[in-house]
Structure formats: structure tokens, C-alpha cells
């Protein structure tokens, strides 16, 4: 999401005024109060005008987070409450976007945080400014550069812990993208006297107790290095340890941004040996040694020290001592060398030291620049920031040279400040068109003159002093400045010509005192005139030069006796003049930006703020002259839009909006608010206000009239705020109604269609079934066409083409099975053919079923034509005989139980052979006939049953019953009389001939008679009535019968007799009507 806008500034929020400008009254007072109240709400940044003013908070705050960075990120410089991040991003906008090469100047004393201020400074620019791989590398190097310049240049201090001692000018550069390229460093005047001594309470450089601490023991051996900081006497032992600094850890970190910004490994190995040559160097003790001559002379101590050192730096170890031993010195053609005595001894020692270090340090400074310049020759945008020690004032007149040179280029930075503030004011006003009235301010050239006048400045006295032949001291040179300064009127001695301080008891003799800006500062003059010369005997550098450590060798590149320079090197006083002249020539080219840096307390403590001390710093700042400056003409000034924006809600015309310009609007409000018109100005962009009280009053006004708009908003906010609430509710509702509404009709609609669809359903269901029963009759009726014409078709075709086809084959096949089964089957029958006897039952099994009835047929068929067989072999005879037999079959068979006996019996018919027994001879002779039947039989006696034999005979016409003795005939009955033959069902051979009614032979009845041959007989009988009469006679098988006798019909009956008559029947006569005959 797009961060929201919103229009601030400077004056929202206040705690106390942000700017000092606005401060109203200005005094001192009021202005020490501001910053204190400030501070105690832990707003340690103030401005004046585009001045921050910072006051060391000795504690993290949390302010300078990645957020903030982006808070201040391309925000005006007023927006905000007042921050480094805003004069950074300011300058470097200004740098990328107006093309204006900047520099940032850092100041304050000792321990108020420059150093911070200015790592600030870059960090910020290095995390707004572009980004990617390349441009990453160099952000890293000019920030690694940091760690590594500290740890050589740093030391811990009674007021600071990590404070600087030397002076730090870098520039960086960007291209017009506003990437970094690189940067160059510059670094003033390193504070070499360090090395040798320190004052109580302090430690020397950093790097010595670092390397100590942190190297393995491996590299420390190397370095032929101890531990123990106690075995070095350049390291003073009352502080070695610093509260919260990890010195081992910190060496690490050195090592590491060496590495990061492009040491060699072999570089770094030879700076720590330098460094350790200077410790070591520091141990070598001399003694004194008299000689023959008087002079006096000086030796080495212990010289196992030397032949380190010289061991580390591959120097001739009887060269070095021979340069602690003698001071050669060389004029015109000629060379006078002295013996030196222990003390000059010690100064040559502690002053290779020095100078060994302190160039060492400016090669690291090359070193840096050379890895960190920028690689491309396209024209550089360049942002200087400058890290410069501040005004030192000690107490006590301690200040000696080093605060005269560190002073006298804080002069010469407060003047450039003066000059290009004004410069820039001016600039603004004539930019604006607003007159340029006069502003009253001290301006400081006089001081500067007074130091760096070529003729009179008191850098040119001392450079005299030093140069001059003769006796040469310190009290020489404060002579000289008593006669050449004393009547410049910043400058102050006891012993001046003038008479000013005669009597002044605070001014020690040997002390002289100038009027600086920020206040009178009492300079010691003992050790200016050999600070100045910083003198290094010959010898040594020549020695140096020697040495085969090729660091050491290019440090001394003067010890070369080919180059050499009989001319004496510059002095400390006036390299420093002309260092800070070409760093003002080059800051003159810049816009500046000041951080004035001022520290609260002496503890280090966090949250004391002693204003005694504070005092004392805004004053030597000139800050309060500062704020002079800057409000001399007018102490507020805005472009017209944001001042616009900022106050157009207290006239009706420009609220809420200002269609015209800005300038206008801005003139309409501030005669609407009847601002009285000497207070303001207005200039082409901006508006100037002259005193803060008119700004204060617009802004108290535009506070109430916030408040009222507030209530406005909220109330205009509450009622949007109910009205959309409503609006909302109102759609909420009408949406819910319509969903339920089309729920509910969807429901019903459901519904509906869900009936509408069942009754369809039933209705095309009925349909359809009405349908498909019209088209499945239609179809079987096509079906049944089709099938009947298929079939009629198919029977023609099969009727035409039968013959081709297959189908006959079956039957083919079906009827050859068959024929040959059936030939088989003849084949076989006849083979097992039984006898021609029709008596045989036998007959071969069926072979199959399906001839079953063929089988049997054959049977029958066969047995046909066996009998028939049988029956062709008859004689005439036979076959009569057989024919009677077949009679009687015919008329006996299953009627009478007599009958199955008689079949086996042959029909002889004449049983008695009347014609041989000559006693039937008359019987014969009485019957001319044939004899059909003659036989004996019983006849039965009609009144009490009893048998008579009587002879039976049969001829062609009648029936005789003849007396069996005599053969009489007694009855002779015409064949045509016989109406009926009766016999019983039973196996009794009785039998009765009924007579026709009327007959002659009927008078006396029908014949009982009895046979056994019963079958015979009748049958006989029968067959010769039917031969005569053509008459069927007939035979009635009854149990039962009527028999007429005379007169009387009696009932012959048959019933079951017992055996006790053997098996002859017997006939008894039970009364007129019954006879019985029981057959057993
Ligand atoms: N903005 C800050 N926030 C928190 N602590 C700070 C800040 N500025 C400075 N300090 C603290 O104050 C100490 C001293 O600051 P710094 O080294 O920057 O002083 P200096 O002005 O460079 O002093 P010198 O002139 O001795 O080098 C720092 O080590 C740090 O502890
Ligand atoms: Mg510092």
C-alpha cells in the first residue's frame, strides 16, 4: 500500500523550538533551556536555520532505524522534527538532483559525537543512494575505511573513549545517478605525540592494545610480540583496559575491513609489523657512557630489543645502533657527525617512533584512497565530510601546540562558515528580492590573520624561530611574538610591549593567550619550537630507508642518499597552514552543512546535561551569533505552498482551497489576519517573516482553528460516518430481501415445475406407453410380415434350392442312420429268427427303442406267416379238424372252464364204434347216415336226476339217443328241432338240448344230458345244424337255465359241490322246479 502523505512540519509537536531561529527572546539563557528541554525529551537535534545542532545522548537511541532512514527519505528538510538524517538527505538531494557539490562540517570538542555524526551521515547516504552489486562494494569500502582509520587514529581519552586524533576530511563521489563511486580521505595532523606518552587516565592508539589482545599467539610470535601490555613502555598501563570495548573482538573487525577494502595479505602482515617495530622500539633503554673526549655519550641497554626490531624490519642491526648513537649532520659538502648523549638518545628514539607511526598511519590513508577511488573518469558529484577536532581549551594553560594548530583551523572553519552563511543569506535575499540590509556579526579574519599572516602570524614567527641559526628555545620564540603581536588586539602576553597585561597574575610568563572567537585560549609555548620542526635525525631515516622491509623503506623514502635534500622539510606549522588552506579552498567550492556537535556532560553519562558545559560550547560555537546571523533580516521564511497549506484554514477565502497562486493566497491571508505589514516581505517564492512572535501567533491561531475543524471533521465524519452506515444497512436490507425474495419465488417456481414435471411425466409417460404399444403392435405386425414372407420367401427358396443345401443332408443322413440301422437290424433278425413252431414264444429282443412298434409288428407279421406256414402243411382232414377246433374256440374260450382241457384233445367224434360192435348193428343199419358223433353219454332223469348211459350219435340231419345195451333208438330229434344247447359256465361236461315247442320229439321234453366231450359235441353240433339248416344254433353258458320237462319247466342250477363224490358232478332234484348240480 502506498504510504499515505502526510503534510507535516517542523513546528507540529514542538518541544520547545525546533529551530533556533524561532527562539524568542534570544539569549543565552533561553537558549541553553531550549536545548536542555529538548534534550531531556531525548531531542537531541536543534536547528539553527540549516545548522543541526546535536547533543550527544552518550546512549542509544532509536532513531536511527532502517524506518527512520525511510521517514526522512525525500522529505523536506522542515517536515520533520529536526535529525541528521534530514540535513543528509537535504545535501545529498541538493548533490544528486541540483547538481551542487556538498560538504558536511562536523564539529564540536572532543567526545559531542562528530565521529558518530558523520558515520551517521554516510550510513544514511549509503542506505538512500543507489543500489546493486557494484555500487554495494564501494558503499561497504568507504564504510569498512571507518573501522580501519579508528583503530590506527583513535584512542581512548579522559573525554572520550574513542576519540579521534587526527582530523578526518573524506570525500565522496557519486555519479549523476547519485551512485557512489568512491572517495578520496584526507587526514590532518595525527596526534603522533601519542605514541610515546600519554597523559594520565589515557590510552595510546587503539591498534597497539587490539593487536596484543586479539593476534593468535602464532602471529604475535611472528611479531616477536607479548601479551603482556606491562612489557611496553610506550603503552601506559593506568587505563590499558577501556569499559565496554572489547579490544580482541575490535581486532577482528580490523582485519576483516582491511580485507573488505582491499589489503593484501601481505600489506597488512607488514603493517602490524611496523606497528610492532614502534612498540618495541619503546623498550630500547640507553645508558649513559662517558668519553675519553668529555663528551657524553649513550648506549644501548639491552640490545636484544634492537636485534628484534630489527629482525621485524630486516634493518642492519649495527646501523640502527649507530644511528641511536650519532647525529650526523651534513653542510655544504661537508659532514660533522656527534655523539649523542642518552637523553638525545631517547628523543631520536621516541621521535622514530613518532614519525614511523604517524607515516605509517598517512599510508594507510593512501592505501585506503587508493583501493577506494573511483574507478571511472566521468565527472563526479562529490560530498565532502569533514570529522575535525574541535576547539581544545585546557584548564591550567595546558593547551600547547597542538591546540594552537587544532584552534587555529577551527577559526579558519568558523570563518568559512561565517562567510559562506552569509554568503548564502545574501544569495537568498537577492534570489527573493527582499533588500539586503547589513547584518552586524563578528567576523574573525582579524584571528585568523593573526596566526597565518605570512609576515606577522605567529606560524611564520615560530617557522623563523625554528629555521633561524643560533640558540633556538622556546622563550626565544615567545619573544619574538611579544615584540612582532603585541599590539594585535587578540593577542595577549605578560611580556608584550603593551602594557595591557602586565599585571595580569592568570597569564604565566611563559604563556601567551589569543582571543578566539569562541574565547581566549592560554597556549604553553615550551615544546612549540620542536613540535614545529618535528625534527628526525638523518641517521635514523637513513637507516630506516636501509631497512629491507619494504614498508618501512618507502616510509623514509628522504633516508635515500641519492635524493638527498639538504633543505630542511617543512615544519609541522606550516604543512598544517597549507593543509588547511587547500581544504578551505576546496570547501569554499561546496555548499556546506553544518552538525554542531556539543556534548552534554563530562561523565559520558547519558541524561546529565551540565549547562556550565554546554554554556561554555555554545559560546566557543558561536551559536547564539549563529542564530544572529541567520536572523538579521528575517527570522522565518517559507515558499509560499507550504506556508499556504500550512495556515490557509484561518482565512474563508483560501479554506479549503486557493485557486489562484500561492503568493496571492499567502498576501490575502496575512491581510485577512491584519498582520502588520513591517513583519513580513515577500520574495519571489517566499515568504519572510521577520520576528518569530508574528509566526508563533500564526501558529497558535492555525492550532485553534485545527481544533475547530477537528470538530467539524468529526462531526461531518460522524454523520458520513452514520449516513453510509445507513446507506449501507438500507442496501444490506434490500439486497437480503431481494436474495430471500428470489429464494422464496425460486422455491415456489421449484415447486411448480417439479408437479409440472410429474404430471408431464405421467401424461408422455401414458403417451409414450400408448405410443409404444402402437409401435410394437405395428412392429410385430411388420415383424409377423416379415417373418411369414421370410419364411415363405425362405420355403421357396429352400423348395429351389433344397437340393444345394445342406439342410437335406440331415435328413440325407437321418434316413441312411436309419436305413442302415434297419438293415442291420433285419440283417441281425434274421439271424436270430426263432422256430416256425407258432407254439414257440420266442423272439429276439428289441435292439432300439424307436423300432419298438416295428418290432412288434415283425412279431406279429412273423407269427402270421409261421401259422400260415403251419397251416399250408395241413391235409384236407387236418383242416377240417382244425377248423372244428377254431369253432370251438370261437364258441368256448373264457365261456365255459371245461374248454382250455378240451383244446389238447383231437375231435374224434367217433368215440364208439358202432359199425365193429355188432351189437349196434340194427343201430347202424337204422342210421344210413354218416356217423358225425357217437358217443356215450348220461342222460339225466328229469324226476330224480339219476344218469342212464345212453349212445349220442350226431348224423348230418339228426341227433339219436340210443340205448347203450341195446342200442335201441329212443329218441330221434330232427336237426332243425334243436333250438338251443344250454351249459353251465363251469368245468362240468353237463349240457341241455331244448327242443322246438311243438315237435314231435319235444313231447317228452328237452335232454339233460352229460359228456366229456362236451366241447365236442356242441361244437359239432353246432357246425352241422349250420351246414343243414343255414341256421347259427344257439348255445346259451349260463349257471343257470330252464329246461322243459313235459309240462314242466325246471331250473337247472349249478352250484359249488363239496369233493366228497370225487370229481364227478352229481344232479339231484330238489323239487318240481329246481335241479341242482353240484360241481365239485
Ligand atoms: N548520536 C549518538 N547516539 C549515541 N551515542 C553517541 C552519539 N554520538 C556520540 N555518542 C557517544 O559518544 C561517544 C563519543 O562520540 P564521538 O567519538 O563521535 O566523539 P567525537 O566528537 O568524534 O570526539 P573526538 O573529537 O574525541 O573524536 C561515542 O563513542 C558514543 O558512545
Ligand atoms: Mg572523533
Not at 597549507?578 to 552543512?593: D, E, G, I, R, Y
Not at 439486497?735 to 408437479?755: C, D, G, L, M
Not at 356217423?931 to 332223469?941: D, H, L, P
Not at 329212443?970 to 363251469?986: A, F, I, R, W, Y
Request: hydrophobic share 35%; glycine share 4%; charged share 30%.
Amino acid at each position: 500500500m502506498a504510504k499515505m502523505e502526510v503534510k507535516t512540519s517542523l513546528l507540529d509537536d514542538m518541544i520547545g523550538v525546533g529551530d533556533m531561529v524561532l527562539l524568542e527572546p534570544l539569549n543565552e539563557d533561553s537558549f541553553i533551556n531550549n536545548l536542555k528541554k529538548r534534550f531531556d525529551h531525548s531531542e537531541v537535534y536543534t536547528y539553527i536555520g540549516s545548522v543541526v545542532i546535536s547533543i550527544n545522548p552518550y546512549r542509544p537511541l532509536p532513531i536511527y532505524t532502517p524506518e527512520k532512514v525511510e521517514e526522512y527519505r525525500n522529505r523536506n528538510f522542515y517536515e520533520l522534527s529536526p535529525h541528521i538524517f534530514a540535513l543528509s538527505d537535504e545535501a545529498y538531494r541538493s548533490l544528486r538532483d541540483q547538481d551542487k557539490d556538498q560538504c558536511i562540517l562536523i564539529t564540536g570538542e572532543s567526545g559531542a559525537g562528530k565521529t558518530e555524526a558523520s558515520k551517521l551521515v554516510m550510513s544514511y547516504v549509503a542506505a538512500v543512494c543507489g543500489k546493486g552489486a557494484e555500487v554495494n562494494q564501494v558503499k561497504e569500502q568507504l564504510l569498512q575505511s571507518n573501522p580501519v582509520l579508528e583503530a590506527f587514529g583513535n584512542a581512548k581519552t579522559v573525554r572520550n573513549d574513542n576519540s579521534s586524533r587526527f582530523g578526518k576530511y573524506m570525500d565522496i563521489e557519486f555519479d549523476f545517478k547519485g551512485d557512489p563511486l568512491g572517495g578520496v580521505i584526507s587526514n590532518y595532523l595525527l596526534e603522533k605525540s601519542r605514541v610515546v606518552k600519554q597523559p594520565r587516565g589515557e590510552r595510546n592508539f587503539h591498534i597497539f592494545y587490539q593487536i596484543l589482545s586479539g593476534a593468535s599467539e602464532d602471529f604475535l610470535c611472528k611479531l616477536k610480540l607479548e601479551r603482556d601490555f606491562s612489557r611496553y613502555n610506550y603503552l601506559g598501563l593506568d587505563s590499558a583496559r577501556v569499559n565496554g570495548v572489547d579490544d580482541a573482538a575490535n581486532f577482528r573487525t580490523v582485519r576483516n575491513a582491511m580485507q573488505i577494502v582491499g589489503f593484501m595479505d601481505h600489506e597488512t602482515q607488514s603493517v602490524f609489523e611496523v606497528v610492532a617495530a614502534v612498540l618495541k622500539l619503546g623498550n630500547i633503554e640507553f645508558k649513559p657512557e662517558s668519553r675519553v673526549n668529555g663528551l657524553d655519550e649513550s648506549k644501548i641497554k639491552d640490545k636484544n630489543e634492537l636485534k628484534e626490531i630489527c629482525e621485524l624490519t630486516g634493518i642492519d642491526q649495527s646501523v640502527l645502533e649507530r644511528a641511536f648513537s650519532f647525529r650526523t649532520v651534513e653542510a655544504k659538502q661537508e659532514k660533522v657527525s656527534t655523539t649523542l648523549n642518552v637523553a638525545q638518545a631517547y628523543y631520536a628514539r621516541d621521535a622514530l617512533a613518532k614519525n614511523l607511526y604517524s607515516r605509517l598511519f598517512s599510508w594507510l590513508v593512501t592505501r585506503i584512497n587508493e583501493s577506494i577511488k573511483a574507478q571511472t573518469k566521468v565527472r563526479k558529484k562529490v560530498m565532502g565530510v569533514l570529522d575535525i577536532y574541535g576547539f581544545e581549551i585546557f584548564e591550567n594553560a595546558d593547551n600547547s601546540f597542538e591546540q594552537f594548530i587544532i584552534n587555529y583551523c577551527n577559526e579558519k572553519l568558523q570563518q568559512i562558515f561565517i562567510e559562506l552563511t552569509l554568503k548564502e543569506e545574501q544569495e537568498e535575499y537577492i534570489r527573493e528580492g527582499i533588500e539586503w540590509t547589513h547584518i552586524e556579526y563578528f567576523n574573525n579574519a582579524i584571528i585568523c590573520d593573526l596566526i597565518e599572516n605570512n609576515q606577522t602570524g605567529i606560524l611564520a614567527m615560530l617557522d623563523e624561530e625554528c629555521l633561524r641559526p643560533g640558540t633556538v628555545t622556546d622563550d626565544t620564540f615567545l619573544e619574538k611574538l611579544n615584540q612582532v603581536c603585541a599590539t594585535h588586539q587578540h593577542f595577549e602576553s605578560r611580556m608584550s610591549k603593551c602594557s595591557r597585561f602586565l599585571n595580569d597574575t592568570t597569564l604565566p610568563h611563559s604563556c601567551f593567550r589569543i582571543q578566539h572567537y569562541a574565547g581566549k585560549v592560554m597556549y604553553q609555548v615550551e615544546g612549540f619550537v620542536d613540535k614545529n620542526n618535528d625534527l628526525l635525525y638523518r641517521d635514523l631515516s637513513q637507516a630506516m630507508w636501509k631497512a629491507s622491509h619494504s614498508l618501512i623503506k618507502a616510509l623514509f623514502p628522504e633516508g635515500n642518499p641519492a635524493k638527498i635534500n639538504l633543505k630542511r622539510p617543512p615544519t609541522a606549522g606550516s604543512q598544517f597552514k597549507a593543509s588547511v588552506a587547500t581544504l578551505m579552498k576546496n570547501l569554499q567550492t561546496k555548499n556546506p552543512n553544518y552538525i554542531r556537535c556539543i556534548k552534554p556532560n563530562d561523565k559520558k553519562a547519558a541524561h546529565i546535561f551540565n549547562d556550565a558545559l554546554v554554556c561554555h560550547q555554545i559560546r566557543y560555537l558561536g551559536l547564539l551569533e549563529n542564530v544572529r546571523v541567520r536572523r538579521a533580516g528575517y527570522a522565518f521564511r517559507q515558499a509560499y505552498e507550504p506556508c499556504l497549506e500550512r495556515y490557509k484554514m484561518l482565512c474563508k477565502q483560501t479554506w479549503p482551497h486557493w485557486r489562484g497562486p500561492a503568493r496571492t493566497g499567502v498576501e490575502v491571508l496575512f491581510n485577512e489576519l491584519e498582520i502588520p505589514e513591517e513583519e513580513f516581505s515577500f520574495g519571489r517564492s517566499k515568504i519572510f517573516i521577520r520576528n518569530p512572535r508574528t509566526l508563533f501567533k500564526l501558529e497558535d491561531l492555525r492550532k485553534q482553528r485545527l481544533e475547530d475543524l477537528a470538530t467539524l471533521i468529526e462531526k461531518i465524519y460522524r454523520g458520513w460516518k452514520c449516513r453510509t452506515r445507513f446507506l449501507l444497512m438500507k442496501k444490506s436490507q434490500i439486497v437480503i430481501a431481494a436474495w430471500f425474495r428470489r429464494y422464496a419465488q425460486q422455491k415456489k417456481y421449484q415447486k411448480i415445475k417439479s408437479s409440472a414435471i410429474i404430471v408431464q411425466s405421467y401424461i408422455r409417460g401414458w403417451k409414450a406407453r400408448k405410443l409404444l404399444r402402437e409401435l410394437k403392435h405395428q412392429k410385430r405386425c411388420n415383424e409377423a410380415a416379415t417373418i411369414i414372407a421370410a419364411y415363405w420367401h425362405g420355403t421357396q427358396v429352400r423348395r429351389e434350392y433344397r437340393k444345394f443345401f445342406r439342410a437335406n443332408a440331415g435328413r440325407k443322413i437321418y434316413e441312411f442312420t436309419l436305413q442302415r440301422l434297419m438293415q442291420k437290424y433285419f440283417l441281425e433278425m434274421k439271424k436270430k429268427m426263432p422256430s416256425l413252431s407258432p407254439i414257440d414264444k420266442n423272439w429276439p429282443a428289441r435292439p432300439y427303442l424307436f423300432l419298438d412298434s416295428t418290432h412288434k409288428e415283425l412279431k406279429r407279421i412273423f407269427h402270421l406267416w409261421r401259422c400260415k406256414k403251419y397251416r399250408d402243411q395241413f391235409t384236407d382232414q387236418q383242416k377240417l379238424i382244425y377248423e372244428e377246433k377254431l369253432e370251438a374256440s370261437e364258441l368256448f374260450k373264457d365261456k365255459k372252464a371245461l374248454y382250455p382241457a378240451s383244446v389238447g384233445q383231437p375231435f374224434q367224434g367217433a368215440y364208439l364204434e358202432i359199425s365193429k360192435n355188432p351189437k349196434y348193428k340194427k343201430l347202424k343199419d337204422a342210421v344210413d347216415e354218416k356217423i358225425i358223433i357217437a358217443e356215450v353219454v348220461n342222460k339225466i332223469n328229469r324226476a330224480n336226476g339219476k344218469a342212464t348211459s345212453r349212445i349220442f350219435l350226431l348224423t348230418k340231419n339228426n341227433v339219436l339217443l340210443a340205448d347203450q345195451k341195446s342200442g335201441n333208438i329212443k329218441s330221434e330229434v330232427p336237426l332243425g328241432d334243436v333250438t338251443k344247447v344250454s351249459m353251465s359256465s363251469q368245468n362240468d361236461g353237463f349240457f341241455a338240448v331244448h327242443l322246438k315247442e311243438g315237435s314231435g320229439a319235444a313231447s317228452k321234453g328237452d335232454f339233460l344230458l352229460s359228456s366229456d366231450h362236451l366241447i365236442e359235441m356242441a361244437t359239432k353240433l353246432y357246425r352241422t345244424t349250420l351246414s343243414q339248416t343255414k341256421q347259427k344254433l344257439n348255445i346259451e353258458i349260463s349257471d343257470e337255465f330252464l329246461v322243459q320237462f313235459r309240462q314242466d319247466k325246471v331250473c337247472v342250477k349249478f352250484i359249488q359241490g363239496s369233493q366228497k363224490n370225487g370229481n364227478v358232478p352229481t344232479c339231484k332234484r330238489k323239487n318240481n322246479r329246481l335241479l341242482e348240480v353240484a360241481v365239485p
